[in-house]
């Protein structure tokens, strides 16, 4: 190659470059801040179930965000990785259609699984868009020190909107717990779980002292929130992913069997009385924060349509719960969401709907971990792939985060788990880049 040839190609790869740490930097601010944080949460909107957080306005860079990611995706070397395992997401999300098209709302189904469909696309891009192992963890620990600025701005500049009111109108018992910019303690604690992994990753793959900041602003917001699950669960997550990398014989009981045993004595505590009085002689809340009576009245629920159940999105906060009146004598009807990820897939798109996001999130998962590559299995890099997943699939257990198009967990989950599947095989370093000392690094 001639010296022209090379000055232009390094010109087209620094370009490159800096629109993929734009997009990067775009897409986390987006899901971890969004375009309107700070809700209200003492206005009457919020007990509107049809008013979300969709505008216009969120729907517009929502698609200028995906056609970037489409295009940029469309044009790089590893295309062949977006949107894996394609007949097996293929499948899922045609089920999805079938049972929301002969739900009472088939609308509210094919919406979300296009947004779905979406996230997914952008999940699967975004780990293409670092030139190296340092430049990841340099844009992440940027993105996230932007994060934790807008939290705590709004703890000391804005409390009536960053911290739990007593006159706010869904749960004024949560009076006096941070939020930050989130609409709720509960997602801002598992933010702040998912910002310590990545601090420790950042520590260890690009700056000492950016990381422990990260580590440190992450902690101190969790314990405020209020958050036990959460606060509980990030050290048992660092241990349980640190015998996961160590004891390779115990990663299916970790991961297949944790889960199970999670849902059982947490969901099975709610509908077989021998369990929840057994868990209750522990000294543990069997109802899991008033959540046992949700989950009785979603397994009610879930025994009448179990094959195909109601329709993705076509069940909590519809028009026949919420106006229900008198007709169901619990006040269950009136919950945003059934609190389990896995009751919930399978309340909306059955035992089949079940099955299949098991098969994407769980085994495809500890497969592509046993594939993982000796000299990649104990890097920093996998390591915060695997605590991001397994911290999600158990806190799927006690929250609604699957296929949650909007939701900055949902969304890093995923990344994880492209991330899993890029390491398992050795795409992530399949394209190098020249690194500012002149070098060549890989991701």
């Known amino acids: 190659m001639d010296r022209g040839s090379y000055a232009k190609a390094e010109r087209t790869s620094g ?6 740490t734009a997009l990067f930097i775009a897409i986390f601010l987006f899901f971890w801040i969004s375009i309107n944080p700070f809700v209200d949460l003492t206005r009457e909107a919020v007990l509107d179930p049809s008013a979300g957080n969709s505008n ?8 200028l965000l995906f056609a970037g990611m489409l295009c940029y995706g469309l044009i790089h070397p590893l295309r062949e990785t977006i949107l894996r395992p394609r007949l097996l997401l293929a499948i899922l999300y045609c089920w999805f259609i079938v049972v929301s098209l002969i739900s009472a709302h088939p609308m509210l189904g094919i919406k979300g699984v296009i947004l779905s469909v979406m996230v997914t696309v952008n999940a699967s891009i975004y780990l293409l868009l670092p030139t190296s192992e340092r430049h990841f963890a340099r844009m992440l620990g940027i993105a996230i020190l932007v994060m934790l600025s807008v939290a705590y701005y709004g703890i000391v500049f804005n409390p009536s909107l960053a911290i739990h009111q007593a ?8 009076a006096g717990l941070w939020r930050g910019h989130f609409p709720h303690k509960n997602s ?7 910002a310590a ?3 420790l990753f950042v520590m260890n793959a690009w700056s000492r002292v950016a990381g422990i900041a990260i580590v440190a602003l992450s902690f101190v917001f969790l314990v405020n929130t209020g958050g036990k699950t959460s606060t509980a669960m990030l050290p048992a997550i660092l241990l349980v992913a640190f015998l996961f990398e160590k ?8 991961a297949v069997g944790g889960v199970g045993l999670f849902n059982l004595f947490a969901v099975g505590s709610a509908v077989i009385v021998p369990l929840g009085e057994f868990i209750n002689g522990l000294g543990v809340d069997a109802t899991f924060t008033n959540r046992a009576d949700i989950w009785r009245f979603a397994f009610g629920a879930l025994a009448e349509q179990p094959l195909t159940g109601y329709g993705f999105k076509a069940f909590w906060q519809t028009e026949e719960l919420v106006y229900s009146g008198g007709t169901v004598e619990t006040w269950a009807v009136a919950a945003a969401n059934g609190h389990n990820s896995y009751l919930d897939i399978a309340l909306m798109t059955g035992f089949p709907g079940l099955a299949l996001t098991l098969i994407w999130i769980l085994f495809l998962p500890l497969r592509n971990i046993a594939r993982i590559a000796p000299e990649r299995e104990h890097t920093h890099l996998t390591r915060l792939f695997v605590r991001i997943w397994l911290y999600t699939i158990f806190n799927a257990g006690l929250e609604s985060l699957f296929f949650e198009g909007g939701s900055l967990l949902w969304f890093t989950f995923m990344v994880a788990l492209y991330g899993l599947s890029l390491q398992s095989s050795a795409e992530l370093a399949a ?3 020249r690194a500012r000392e002149g070098r060549l690094v890989h991701a």
């Open 15 to 20: 370009s490159t470059a800096r629109v993929g």
């Open 56 to 63: 216009r306005l969120n729907q517009i860079i929502s698609l």
């Open 167 to 174: 006159t706010e109108l869904r749960e004024p018992m949560n």
């Open 188 to 194: 801002a604690a598992a933010a702040m779980v998912i």
């Open 197 to 199: 992994f990545i601090g």
């Open 247 to 254: 004891v390779r014989f115990l990663r299916i009981p970790i």
């Open 431 to 433: 394209v190098p880049a």
